[in-house]
């Protein structure tokens, strides 16, 4: 029997308040997060992972 845990979801307003984040990882979740959307806190840092990891064009 598997437990399952929910994790808190935020807006994108509350994910750039999130004492968690530093001033330049805020800057890019500013960029990356939609509107209207809900980020686990998790979600937010995977964003800013896979953007960094992308190829540049």
């Known amino acids: ?4 845990v929910k994790q808190t979801t935020y807006s994108k307003a509350q994910i750039l308040k ?5 001033p330049l990882q ?11 959307k809900f980020y686990t806190v998790d979600d ?7 953007y960094l990891k ?3 064009k």
């Open 26 to 36: 805020r800057d890019f979740l500013k960029a990356l997060l939609e509107e209207g």
């Open 1 to 4: 029997m598997s437990k399952s």
């Open 44 to 50: 937010a840092a995977k964003q800013i992972e896979q």
């Open 18 to 22: 999130a004492s968690c984040f530093t």
């Open 54 to 56: 992308q190829e540049a």
